[in-house]
């Protein structure tokens, strides 16, 4: 008989916290522990990126000092402009790539500290 007490307060525990939006707030703390989980995946993985992003930098540059200062005697002048201009744009292109990386460790960091 005293399990069925139990049983019943349960089930009238449930109902009134149906009814009083005590689920409404399970659901909310469920809700902010996943996109908390989420910014803070997404920060780890762009942290990640970040360094690979850094080591395309680092190959641009050597990348263009190459062409600039080639170790071999060249006869087409146009080419090696062209090599110097290619070599910048790739540079040009990562750095702008490591650039957007850190806008958005920063952008999701900040969601993080001020939200959560």
Known sequence: MENTGKKVNSFVKEVIARLTGDDNEAVAQKVARKAMSALEGQVA???GQLIDDEQGVEDAQETLANAIYPTETFR?????????????EKLDAATETLDSTKESIAFFSKLLKENF
């Open 76 to 88: 087409d002048n146009k080419a090696y402009c062209q090599g110097i201009v290619n070599a910048q």
């Open 45 to 47: 993985a762009l942290k």
